[in-house]
Nanobody, 123 residues
Framework: VQLQASGGGLVQPGGSVRLSCAAS????????MTWYRQAPGKQRELVAT???????DYADSVKGRFTISRDNAKNTVYLQMNSLKPEDTAVYYC??????????????????WGQGTLVTVSS
């Protein structure tokens, strides 16, 4: 599975940006799709996740400001980021969990990562 993220850039505090991440090369089924971020000098943290059925979960720091969504037909996940703060500055990574069944009919689960896109919130 290859993941291509886009949409990052420089945005002013209080502004908005939408990230996209498209998955390709899928051999099974994509289950959860998740956005993570890593700020300079900090560990990577989960931002938001969405299951194939649409159930979502968010980090407390972004609840009410960010919205994750997905288009299953396009195997694409989005992150709408509003009311951005300087502390949202980070490289944002998308990930996708894939499940398929091997020749022995056993489930194989794998996690795949995109290349990251930088979001800088600054005036």
């Amino acid at each position: 599975v290859q993941l291509q993220a886009s949409g990052g850039g420089l945005v002013q505090p209080g502004g908005s940006v939408r990230l996209s991440c498209a998955a390709s090369g899928i051999i099974g089924r994509i289950t959860s799709m998740t956005w993570y971020r890593q700020a300079p000098g900090k560990q990577r943290e989960l931002v938001a996740t969405i299951a194939s059925g649409g159930t979502t979960d968010y980090a407390d720091s972004v609840k009410g400001r960010f919205t994750i969504s997905r288009d299953n037909a396009k195997n694409t996940v989005y992150l709408q980021m509003n009311s951005l703060k300087p502390e949202d500055t980070a490289v944002y990574y998308c990930s996708a969990d894939q499940i398929y069944y091997n020749s022995h009919d056993e489930p194989v689960v794998s996690k795949h990562w995109g290349q990251g896109t930088l979001v800088t919130v600054s005036s």
